[in-house]
């Protein structure tokens, strides 16, 4: 499975944009891109997932260029509880799978 | 639905003791996992399972053993406890491309 590498940290204000750009220079034809948002003491959760072009629902959206080497998760108008870590993954279904998280992009929100 | 659970919360051993973190799910998916979590550190996989009967390790499976009888249940059985195994366990189960956490036990190991 493919890599990946975030930045370790970002800080941002409340009502601002939000993008968090992963780089999988070794994605594979059949890999999906995933994002993942942890809460302290909690698991993580799903955020969005996408294989190429944009992807976009409730809570964020999705950018991969055409050669898919990176992609941009991208939060609206953040607020104080998105303050979160945020993962992405490259994920492969095979029947079975082996996911890998990499130390993920600790947001921080500021009010 | 009560989705992933995990027993027990919190869990304290002394070196070379034996345990068994429980995982149940009643979202009858055939794919889960156990992954570990260090302070500041991304969860790494343990073991994970395609099926009832079916296991196979993941990036850090060494003093770590996991059966899966039925559907429903992922149990991992600590063998002989290490300070080292100092972590949060997640149990995690799969639906095709999204999985699902539980709340995590956090263990302790003196």
């Known amino acids: 499975l493919a890599k990946t590498t975030q930045p370790i940290s970002m800080d941002s204000y409340e009502g601002q944009e939000v993008n968090i750009t992963c780089s999988h220079n070794?994605?594979?034809?059949?890999?999906?891109i995933t994002w993942y948002q942890q809460f302290p003491s909690q698991g993580p959760r799903f955020i969005i997932q996408?294989?190429?072009t944009k992807v976009t629902n409730e809570v964020a959206s999705l950018f991969i260029p055409a050669d898919r080497k990176s992609s941009t998760l991208s939060l609206p108008r953040v607020s104080l509880s998105d303050t979160a870590v945020y993962y992405c993954?490259?994920?492969?279904?095979?029947?079975?799978?082996?996911?890998?998280f990499g130390a993920g992009t600790r947001l921080f929100v500021k009010a | 639905n009560a989705g992933v659970t995990q027993t027990p919360k919190f869990q304290v051993l002394k070196t070379g003791q034996s345990m068994t973190l429980q995982c149940a799910q009643d979202?009858?998916?055939?794919?889960m996992s156990w992954y570990r979590q260090d302070p500041g550190m991304g969860l790494r996989l343990i073991h994970y399972s395609v099926g009832a009967g079916i296991t196979d390790q993941g990036e850090v499976p060494n003093g770590y053993n996991v059966s899966r009888s039925t559907t429903e249940d992922f149990p991992l059985r600590l063998l002989s406890a290490a300070p080292s195994q100092t972590s949060v366990y997640f149990c995690?189960?799969?639906?095709?491309?999204?999985?699902?956490f539980g709340p995590g036990t956090r263990l302790t190991v003196t």
């Open positions: 070794n994605i594979a034809t059949n890999d999906y």
């Open positions: 995690a189960t799969q639906d095709t491309y999204e999985q699902y």
């Open positions: 993954l490259v994920v492969r279904y095979t029947g079975g799978f082996k996911t890998i």
């Open positions: 979202m009858n998916h055939e794919y």
């Open positions: 996408g294989y190429k």
